[in-house]
Every structure is written in C-alpha cells, then in structure tokens.
C-alpha cells in the first residue's frame, strides 16, 4: 500500500512554484505536543520551501496568548498572509481584525475558530466530527452489541478537535446501550498526559472492567498503552484500543497487536492551504470558507508495518 501523494516527503524536489516566489509567510503553530504536530510542521515547512516562499515560523508552545504575539508580530512585519493552526476556538476576533485591516489574508490549518467568517480567507480542516464518528463505529461493529465499558482520552479543553472528536463519537455509540463512557478526562493530545491519565482510569475502574479505549489522538493512546502494559494487561486484546491521526508509532502499535484501530489525519494541511492562497493572489479567485481533506480507517486488516515504514520519515 503506497501512502497518499500529499505526504511524500520527496515534495522539496519538485520544482517551485512560481506563483508565491518571494513572498513572506508567518506560521504560528500550536507547539510539538504529538507527532502528528511534528509531521505538519514539518511538510508545511517543505511545502514552503518548494514553492520559494520565506515561512516565519513561530512556536506557540500550546499557549493562545504566544499565538496572539506571533500573529501581532506578522501583522507588524507586513507579511503577505498568516497560517495558524489555533491552539482553541475562541478568543481571536481581535486579532484577526488588525490582520484583516492590514490587508493581511489570514488560513486556519487543521483546526476552527469561533469567529465571523470574514476575518480568515478559508480554513483547512478534516472533517473533525466525522473522524469521531467513524471511531465509535469501529466500536459498535467490534463489540457487535457485547457490553462495554469505555474510557476516554480527550484533547485539549476547548480546542476544535475535542469538541468534534467527541461529540462524533457520542453520536455513534448513541442509541447502543451496550456501549458506554463511564470515564471522560483530558490528555491534552500529549503521550505523557495520555499515560498519566490512563493509569488513574486503570486504578478507579480497574482494568478488568475497562473494555475500550477511545482516545483523540494517536499519541495519548501510546501513552496509555505503557500504562496499560505496566499494570499487567494486553493493550489491543484486555482493552480494545481506537484513535485519531494515524501517525507511524499508531501503525507500529497496530502491527504489534497493541491497538486496534486509527484514522488518518492528512498532516499536509498547507499544501490546499497555498493553492488556494495562490489562486486568491494571482486573480481574486475567494476559496469556499472550508477546505476538507481525507482522513480514512486502518485496522489490523491493513499492511501496518508497511504503511509504519512510508510514514516514519516525515517528521512525525
């Protein structure tokens, strides 16, 4: 199985595009708080490079008052647009305003804000609701109406993704009264928190009266797997093991029989991010509000040793 075209890390080779030569970009991005972030600092950073644009790169650390110094920096330095990957939802009315007075086009990156929609040009996200609902239809089709007892690993409060991960996945399991979520608590999409939290579930619940895992991204649910592990128990086996971002630690696991089952999240958000910013440059052309990339299944049905091996060096 060949992983999509849009990840190819061999994308620098390609010759530049034109069209954005020369001209200055910032990027704020969240942090490096998974792998999956890494990955699309990482091609964003490609992206960049082949199509000949300066990229100001600022790390936000996971905090929205560095995200608002770095857009407030752009706008200050006149660059000539602005990506953001939004550490939460709300909270950025101001700030977009003073980009949209300077004339400064401004593309949300794999997550929404809360904000009029004239204050960005266009925002590339999955479809963040749908990943969850795939997630918790993996599980009703798994548990096939056996009784399960779930616990949840959700991302950062207030942030799109845990919002939309949840709420797509309650909507699954929603009218299966054999599925149930009888603990809930933030990792915030970190491996480390993700250990740390599973382990309290392990001691509250015990193990043997866990049967699923649902965590909001890849990396909490590696994390839990240590946990998991540590307290005697069979990750993927003991306790059924679903996730979102299908970064490679996730296919290792999958191949390794440690967990069940990933959606992928494309980290190539900048690649539709400047097209489209190309086209709004070069003639006018005004993007629709929301791009959407493809995120798909993988299971222990699929080659996940291969896939590991396509994906290891993108940065994640």
């Not at 008052?65 to 770095?70: D, H, L, V």
């Not at 193990?207 to 540590?230: S, T």
């Not at 190309?278 to 299971?299: C, F, H, M």
Request: glycine share 8%; with cysteine.
């Amino acid at each position: 199985m060949k992983v999509k075209s849009i990840l190819l890390a061999s994308a620098v080779a390609l010759a530049p595009v034109a069209a954005l030569a020369d001209i200055t970009i910032g990027f704020s991005q969240i942090g490096s708080e998974s792998g999956w972030r890494a990955a699309e600092t990482t091609v964003t950073k490609l992206e960049a490079e082949r199509r000949g644009i300066n990229l100001k790169f600022a790390d936000a650390q996971q905090k929205q008052e560095n995200q608002i110094k770095a857009l407030r920096s752009f706008v200050a330095q006149g660059v000539d647009a602005i990506l953001i990957a939004p550490v939460v939802a709300t909270g950025w009315d101001e700030v977009l305003e003073e980009a949209k007075d300077a004339d400064i086009p401004v593309i949300l990156l794999d997550r929404t804000v809360d904000a009029p929609e004239d204050l960005y040009l266009t925002a590339v996200t999955s479809d963040l609701v749908h990943e969850g609902s795939v997630a918790g239809q993996w599980l009703v089709d798994e548990m096939a109406g056996d009784q399960c007892r779930i616990v949840e690993l959700q991302g950062t409060t207030g942030s799109s993704p845990a919002i939309d991960r949840k709420t797509g996945f309650e909507q699954a399991i929603a009218g299966h009264a054999n599925l149930e979520i009888v603990r809930s608590q933030t990792g915030d999409f970190t491996r480390s928190l993700g250990k740390t939290v599973m382990e309290s579930f392990l001691k509250a619940e015990g193990g043997e009266n866990i049967c699923a895992l649902y965590a909001h991204n890849d990396d909490m649910a590696v994390g839990a797997i240590q946990a998991i592990k540590e307290a005697g128990l069979n990750p993927g086996k003991d306790i059924k093991i679903v996730a979102i971002d299908a970064v490679p630690d996730a296919h290792l696991a999958i191949a390794n029989g440690e967990m069940n089952a990933t959606i992928e999240l494309t980290p190539n958000m900048a690649g539709p991010a400047l097209d489209a910013l190309e086209a709004y440059l070069d003639n006018g052309t005004v993007p629709p509000k929301w791009i959407q990339t493809e995120s798909r299944l993988y299971t222990l049905a699929d080659d996940n040793a291969a896939i590991y091996e396509e994906k290891k060096g993108l940065g994640y």
